[in-house]
């Protein structure tokens, strides 16, 4: 460890070695292709969206069942016995006068629907008066709903369902609302694009305010602005194309702008910010090769490291989180590949000229000095270096404080509750999801979405005749069941009489052939009974996506079946607790993954033991702090009124791995460039100490106008009407505010400090090996 005190030395500037290995040299291909690569990146834009949009796919709405899960297994026995369940419209509607069932009203209802009823998307239309089925009619009998049945699956009929609610015609003075899944989906699209729309109007102009701000000059501002123009279109098509082959969320998309601006922008902020230094000493060419060798280099592993976050959502059984780790990487990939190679080649063609159309900004909002004599004579001694400095007097009592702190802000992660995010209070506030609330509030067996027990006689044939025998099996089965939780508020079953028929009467007829039944009961038990299959509801007072929901799907998975049958369990508690338990067993690699792929790209970059520890450790930090907002925010409800949502009481399963994914591989962003530089000063200077403050506040200004991009990009979606998008952006940007001051300011120069030459030790055969792949420069002699 160095002797000196860790103020900064007051001697000249020491200039950095000159860079050598692959990335100086992609700075010689840059400068030398210059003029061509430019229309080459452009051509690329062009030829991947005329290429998506001839041959692209469509992103999907769901993507959270797990293959081969028992709620799998029953949704195939149920479609193969009973058939696919049909896409269907839900239209509800009020009677003033509170006797929805009266044949006055039902015409009207009749009469609202009679364009949807001509509909080819339509197969036909279900309605009290119609069917007299109790489950259309509320309880209170002032509302009814007619139910619309529709050709198409429901992710085919998003499509449909704008035109189809267009077509009802509510009857004059009566409130009607319209919903259904297909429909959900169609105003929750609407809403994706409408908040997409509104983060970009809202971050980028204070992007370029940012960006004015570290340049002070137009042209030096509008280029990163120019390069995330390049690589979001692409990213976008690559998406497209990819939804081609494999299922892409609608999710994505929300991901993949949040990462690319936040990328896009910073990297050519760091790009430009270090060749318009390196300038001020050296010509254009030289310069461009000195800007790739350190921070085109810098640049290339932290988008490598955040592409391994993203890589690690592909190891999840769940279509949904693999394709946002595919979007993601498919958006860090077009950043890379235009922010390497157009970049420098438009900054060769600019050359000096990147100082042009100078913006006079107020001294005291320079993020960087753009006096070239005051920079020099400032270089490494600012705001940033002088908090370095004074930590590193004294860090381990400014680290343990700290580090405190940042734990004790995310212990509330303990206590968080996992859901998949589809119970009522998960959707948007759209109209579809009022109607939903009131059919759940009003209607018989709306208050829960029931677990469905899917039970199998092989080789029976049940529909020619439920035998006693197995009727009474069936109703001491549902007699168990009961007993397994006493929240369990009702089951209906085969065993259930419809309105009308008394139980006795109703059991003696459920054993005669279909042939000797009443038709219109042929047609009741033909929604129960199926060849060799029948099935029941089990209704709780439990939120179906929550962990009392799934503990009741433990509960009567384990309840013993009836003699000689196999029970398999579906619906949405069911599903929930098949993508918890494949979710859990996946975090552990994918975390792993992330972890020591990290390290490994860390130390082939640095060629030291410690930096990677160093690194994935102060990542891990800040992620933890950002997962406790995340929980005391956005589950316990706390400023719920200021953000404006309302709190489902559970948390999406794929934030946290999402927030994970994406902010351990954003961290490293700034870890990155800020060990680089730090390594830089420590070869120039060969004192811990000095390397540590100077690395530092070189890059202050442009770390600070680097986490402000980032801050209003994802705060843009913390505005967002999606509560799991919103609380996306608002933790994020927490995430990076704690990465970028307090890691970046208290807990790293403490750290280096503290381990002193260990920083960059490792054994020397290993740091030559390192060195010869051409990304690791080794220490000069002396």
């Given amino acids: 460890m160095s002797s000196n005190p860790a103020t900064p030395s007051p001697a000249p500037h020491v200039r950095e070695p000159h860079p050598s290995g692959i990335f100086a040299a992609v700075g010689r291909f840059d400068y030398r292709f210059r003029r061509w690569l430019p229309l080459i990146g452009l051509a690329m834009v062009i030829g991947t969206n005329v290429w998506a949009a001839s041959s692209g796919g469509t992103l999907i709405q769901g993507g959270w069942v797990i293959d081969g899960s028992e709620e799998q297994k029953a949704a195939t026995v149920l479609a193969e016995r009973f058939g696919s369940e049909a896409t269907t419209m839900l239209v509800v509607y009020r009677d003033p006068a509170g006797e929805a069932a009266s044949p006055d009203f039902q015409a009207k209802v009749q009469a609202s629907l009679a364009t949807v009823v001509d509909d080819p998307?339509?197969?036909?239309?279900?309605?009290?008066g119609s069917t007299q089925a109790p489950a259309l009619l509320s309880t209170d009998r002032a509302y009814t709903m007619a139910v619309v049945y529709l050709a198409k699956g429901v992710e085919e009929a998003v499509d449909d369902a704008g035109r189809l609610a267009g077509e009802v015609k509510p009857p004059a003075g009566v409130q009607t609302w319209i919903t259904g899944v297909a429909q959900v989906y169609h105003e929750f699209n609407a809403k994706i694009e409408s908040d997409l729309f509104m983060a970009e109007a809202i971050s980028l102009p204070i992007a370029l305010l940012i960006l004015l701000a570290v340049f002070g000059t137009l042209v030096g501002a509008a280029l990163p602005l120019v390069i995330a123009g390049f690589a979001?279109?692409?990213?976008?098509?690559?998406?497209?194309?990819?939804?081609?082959?494999?299922?892409?969320?609608?999710?994505v998309t929300n991901i993949a702008t949040m990462i690319g601006l936040a990328l896009a922008i910073d990297y050519s902020l760091f790009m430009v910010s270090r060749f318009r230094e390196e300038l001020r000493h050296h010509d254009v060419e030289i310069a461009l090769e000195r800007m790739m060798g350190s921070v085109g280099k810098a640049v290339a592993v932290s988008g490598i490291a955040v592409a391994i976050g993203l890589s690690s959502l592909v190891v999840f059984d769940a279509a949904a989180l693999r394709s946002m780790g595919l979007g993601g990487i498919a958006t860090v990939v077009s950043t890379l590949v235009f922010g390497l190679t157009v970049l420098p080649a438009l900054l060769a063609m600019l050359g000096p000229r990147v100082n042009r159309l100078r913006v006079p900004v107020p001294r005291f909002m320079r993020l960087v000095e753009d006096d070239t004599a005051e920079a020099d004579r400032r270089q490494g001694h600012g705001v940033w270096a002088w908090i370095a400095a004074r930590v590193m007097r004294g860090p381990v009592l400014v680290a343990i404080p700290v580090l405190a702190i940042l734990f004790l802000a995310g212990s509330p992660f303990l206590g968080i509750q996992l859901s998949t995010g589809q119970n009522l209070t998960d959707l948007p506030p759209v109209p579809s999801r009022i109607a939903f609330e009131l059919i759940h509030d009003k209607f018989p067996g709306g208050e829960s979405d029931p677990i469905t027990a899917v039970i199998t006689w092989r080789g029976e044939d049940l529909a020619g005749g439920l035998s006693p025998e197995r009727q009474q099996q069936i109703d001491d089965y549902i007699g168990r069941l009961r007993a397994s939780d006493p929240k369990v508020s009702d089951i209906e079953s085969v065993l259930t009489p419809p309105p009308g028929v008394s139980a006795d009467q109703y059991r003696g007829l459920l054993a005669l052939p279909p042939e000797q039944r009443p038709s219109a009961l042929n047609d009741y038990v033909g929604d129960w009974l199926a060849g060799d299959t029948t099935k029941l509801r089990v209704f709780s007072t439990y939120v179906p996506d929550s962990d009392d929901?799934?503990?009741?799907?433990d509960r009567i998975r384990a309840v013993p079946p009836p003699p000689g049958a196999q029970v398999l369990t579906g619906g949405l508690p069911s599903r929930s607790a098949d993508f918890l338990a494949s979710f859990r067993a996946s975090v552990p690699i994918a975390i792993l993954i992330v972890v020591l792929v990290t390290g490994i790209v860390l130390f082939l970059?640095?060629?030291?033991?410690?930096?990677?520890?160093?690194?994935v450790l102060m990542s891990l930090i800040s992620v933890t702090a950002s997962f406790g907002a995340l929980v005391w925010i956005f589950q316990q409800g706390h400023l719920s009124g200021v953000l404006g949502f309302e709190s489902?009481?559970?948390?999406?399963?794929?934030?946290?791995?999402?927030?994970?994914?994406?902010?351990f591989g954003?961290?490293?962003?700034?870890?990155?460039?800020?060990?680089?530089r730090i390594r830089e000063r420590y070869l120039a200077t060969r004192d811990n100490a000095r390397a540590v403050a100077e690395g530092i506040g070189l890059t202050g200004g442009i770390i600070t106008g680097a986490a402000l991009i980032m801050v209003a990009v994802f705060a843009a979606f913390g505005m967002s009407s999606i509560t799991s998008i919103k609380s996306l952006g608002v933790t994020m940007s927490l995430a990076v505010l704690i990465d970028a001051t307090i890691v970046r300011g208290l807990l790293v120069p403490a750290f280096m400090r503290i381990m002193g030459r260990v920083n960059w030790w490792a054994p020397a055969w290993i740091q030559a090996a390192v060195a010869?792949?051409?990304?690791?420069?080794?220490?000069?002699?002396g």
């Fill in 605 to 615: 970059t640095f060629g030291s033991v410690f930096l990677p520890i160093k690194a």
């Fill in 549 to 553: 929901g799934r503990a009741l799907v």
């Fill in 121 to 128: 998307a339509v197969t036909k239309v279900q309605t009290y």
């Fill in 232 to 251: 979001m279109p692409t990213a976008f098509a690559l998406i497209s194309l990819l939804a081609r082959v494999t299922e892409m969320s609608i999710f």
């Fill in 666 to 676: 954003l961290s490293m962003d700034y870890e990155v460039l800020l060990l680089s």
């Fill in 772 to 781: 010869r792949l051409g990304l690791y420069e080794r220490a000069p002699a």
């Fill in 648 to 663: 489902s009481g559970t948390i999406a399963a794929w934030q946290p791995i999402i927030m994970f994914a994406i902010l």
